[in-house]
């Protein structure tokens, strides 16, 4: 059997982290995953989709992602029925996450809220200019000899 999701896309709403009665970290989160096929005319849809990951998964979500964060996540689908305050019986789906990574740029990953911004550390300044190399001549080149014979 095989059971593996992977989808890219933004966050909805920010992500709340939770710790169950025994101490393990959740959190659950919907990613905007626009689809690719437009008909002409029509505006571009996109699919909501439910995530939920655990424990240092779940802790890195929280982190380093915000509303409208772009997020690559790998998991599998999952389903389970629960009764609605109404009494009502409801299935849901979502992916439970095994991976979650980066996929927007370095200025939208904030580490510490929606303010703050990625800044690449300064690079060192060259000490010297690099090595000016003569440019070769066609008389520098042997030419070889093809005899249809391979070399080994």
Do not use: H
């Amino acid at each position: 059997m095989l059971n593996c999701a992977v989808i890219m896309g933004r966050l909805v709403a920010d992500p709340e982290l939770r710790t169950t009665t025994s101490g393990i970290s959740v959190i659950s989160f919907r990613v905007a995953v626009d689809r690719n096929f437009v008909r002409q005319g029509e505006e571009r849809q996109a699919d909501f989709i439910d995530v939920v990951a655990w424990r240092q998964t779940a802790e890195f979500v929280s982190r380093y992602f915000r509303k409208g964060s772009m997020i690559a996540v790998q998991g599998s689908i999952q389903t389970r029925n629960y009764e609605d305050r109404n009494g009502n019986k409801r299935t849901a789906v979502e992916i439970v996450a095994d991976n979650v990574s980066f996929c927007g740029s370095k200025a939208e990953t904030g580490s510490t809220g929606n303010t703050a911004r990625y800044e690449e550390p300064a690079r060192p300044q060259a000490q010297q200019s690099a090595p000016a190399y003569a440019t070769g001549s066609v008389g520098d080149f042997n030419d070889i000899q093809d005899d249809d014979e391979l070399p080994f």
